[in-house]
Nanobody, 123 residues
């Protein structure tokens, strides 16, 4: 069972990145999927969370700091999820993690976590 996050990199302020999260060993379609970010010594922040399309409505929520700039999506056929990040700001620089949870919503306790992918935004 594994989640693999990728897509991080260096981008100029105002630019875009698309993060990917691919699951293996289990099916994501009944899981809530979240993207989180955290810097060393800082608390983890829930960036975005998306409900399952199976048994739920696939709705999404966002942190206020990213709403209108980031879009979370899921591809259940591809067992994947994505975070499209537009109009990036220097304060978005962080290590981003994807995670999945079978029941409930995106909180600090999730069932599965991927390794982080680094996002760096230059001003």
């Amino acid at each position: 069972v594994q989640l693999q996050a990728s897509g991080g990199g260096l981008v100029q302020a105002g630019g875009s990145l698309r993060l990917s999260c691919v699951a293996s060993g289990f099916s994501l379609n009944r899981y809530v999927i979240g993207w989180f970010r955290q810097s060393t010594g800082e608390e983890r922040e829930t960036v975005a969370c998306i409900a399952s399309n199976t048994g739920s409505d696939g709705s999404a929520t966002y942190a206020g700091s990213v709403r209108g700039r980031f879009t979370i999506s899921r591809d259940d056929d591809g067992n994947s999820a994505y975070l499209q990040m537009d109009n990036l700001k220097p304060e978005d620089a962080d290590v981003y993690y994807c995670a999945a949870k079978r029941y409930g919503w995106c909180f600090s306790v999730m069932d599965y976590w991927g390794k982080g992918t680094q996002v760096t935004v230059s001003s």
